[in-house]
């Protein structure tokens, strides 16, 4: 899975010179991820290899959610009141209806969610001083991409590669189109 389009150098200019609310959004979307990966065991229980696979990721996503509020903490920063992420929001618009294409574009899009984090985590990680925080976010990116490739072997588990390749590659130019229309902030999309 290849992004089509990079990360404007702005949107790093906009993380590092507003970290502490980048820090904050990162938690969220932490937070978010385990909760959408036990949300897909919730709606398809009968699929065994998801289920197991869900349970692994919600635990390991609320395991950097944990390590997202120590970082917070140690700042002095609590955490906000639930918002909607209008880069996720927008590729939800994406999903279409029928339970096959439906449950296909939920797995695609989390795979592309998690692609862009990879990117997006190994920018901040490559601009930060050396220590602990750069440290955090190579370990964060290294997390993603293991992730991205969950969802995308979950997506051949149940459907065939002639239904994933072409749905995958709209996706991407979706994701790409949404990706130049949202303004840069602080926040990992």
Do not use: N
């Not at 389009?5 to 978010?32: I, N, Q």
């Not at 990116?141 to 992730?147: G, N, T």
């Amino acid at each position: 899975m290849e992004l089509r389009r990079k990360s404007a150098p702005e949107w790093l200019d906009a993380v590092l010179g507003d970290f502490d609310a980048f820090l904050l959004d990162h938690a969220a979307c932490e937070r978010k991820a385990s909760a959408t990966a036990m949300s897909l065991v919730a709606h398809y229980p009968d699929r065994p290899e998801l289920v197991g696979a869900m349970i692994d990721l919600a635990a390991e996503e609320l395991e950097h959610f944990r390590r997202v509020w120590r970082r917070l903490a140690e700042r002095g920063l609590t955490l906000g009141p639930d918002q909607k992420d209008p880069y996720v929001v927008r590729l939800q618009r994406e999903y279409r209806k029928g339970s096959r294409e439906y449950f296909l574009d939920r797995l695609l899009v989390s795979g592309i969610v998690e692609a862009r984090g990879c990117e997006r985590f190994g920018l901040v990680a490559a601009a930060l001083p050396a220590g602990d925080l750069r440290d955090f976010y190579r370990e964060i990116a290294r997390s993603e991409v293991r992730h991205r490739g969950i969802f995308l072997e979950l997506s051949r588990v149940y459907f065939d590669d002639s239904e994933i390749g072409p749905r995958l590659d709209e996706l991407l130019e979706v994701e790409a189109r949404v990706l130049a229309e949202l303004p840069p902030r602080a926040a990992v999309h």
